[in-house]
């Protein structure tokens, strides 16, 4: 009954970039929407009318002051984890639905009897079409990533002191969804990936303070007592922290090789008086090599 009523609005082909364009304003609107009330179902209180732009094309300084983006920066980490998947997977939904309509208007643009002498392959109409009709999908998920990097650079500060564990979930979601993602769009995501490797540098940076804090703390705790150690102690020692613990020595392996041999020939020597002094049998002799 839908695609009866919708064929013949749709059928005239000069109408079309029209419909085309219509459809990219409402699936913007649809990422937007998406996103928002996702977030807004994970506040503490659902107030709709605090709710606000967040993922506008234009940012400015005003809007990081909004009481909605104060409200997302004091969200419960685990509440965040769960709202960026519910955003990851509707918004993979919405992505999906634009992949199967473009697919369609390909699919009947590539049928020539079905279209008129001005569509036809090839002409200028048939061209402005198909642009059209890609901006459609680019768009959708040139947003929909741009929205993602916008939720999730919110809580920069708060995600740098997440637990490993919860940092690997929020990586591993991510990166599903972009793969997703960039199946459907044919592009890499560059702007999320970005979004991801500076909260990565944010959160290794809080853990290597962290843990740097916590070694200073143990050292400062500890009593240390000066006591005399014999001078071959402490020579190993200023050996071992200068790095040359594990490196030979000049004139060691010299004075070892000469050694060795003089003590095979020493040993060879006595093997032979031995033997003469007893009977002719041959005698086998071992010595330690250099």
Not at 34 to 60: G, K, M, N, Q, Y
Not at 223 to 252: H, M, N, Y
Request: hydrophobic share 40%.
């Amino acid at each position: 009954m839908y695609r009866n009523a919708a064929t013949p609005a749709a059928s005239p082909v000069g109408k079309l970039p029209a419909a085309l364009l219509l459809y990219k304003s409402r699936l913007s609107e649809a990422v937007r929407l998406i996103v928002r009330t996702c977030v807004l179902e994970f506040l503490s209180v659902f107030d709709p009318t605090a709710a606000v732009e967040l993922l506008e094309d234009t940012t400015s300084g005003a809007d990081a002051d909004t009481p909605f983006a104060t409200r997302v920066r004091g969200m419960p980490s685990e509440s965040f984890l769960a709202c960026l998947s519910m955003c990851f997977e509707n918004l993979l939904q919405a992505l999906q639905r634009c992949e199967s309509v473009y697919l369609f208007v390909e699919r009947k643009l590539s049928q020539p009897d079905d279209l008129p002498g001005p569509a036809a392959p090839g002409s200028a109409d048939h061209d402005v079409i198909l642009s059209l009709n890609k901006s459609c999908k680019t768009s959708c998920c040139e947003l929909a990533q741009r929205s993602l990097s916008q939720l999730i650079s919110l809580r920069k500060d708060a995600n740098a002191k997440l637990s490993v564990e919860k940092m690997k979930f929020m990586w591993e979601s991510s990166l599903s969804f972009v793969s997703s993602m960039e199946a459907i769009s044919g592009s890499t995501a560059y702007e999320v990936r970005q979004c991801l490797m500076v909260q990565t540098k944010h959160f290794l940076d809080h853990l290597h303070e962290t843990f740097k804090g916590r070694l200073v703390n143990t050292l400062d705790n500890e009593r240390w007592v000066q006591c005399d150690v014999a001078p071959e102690r402490q020579a190993g020692v200023d050996r071992l922290v200068s790095g040359k613990a594990f490196l030979q020595q000049a004139g060691t392996g010299d004075a070892n090789r000469q050694a060795g041999s003089s003590s095979g020939t020493a040993s060879s020597t006595e093997a032979d008086s031995s033997s003469r002094k007893k009977d002719a049998r041959p005698v086998l002799v071992l010595t330690a090599l250099p």
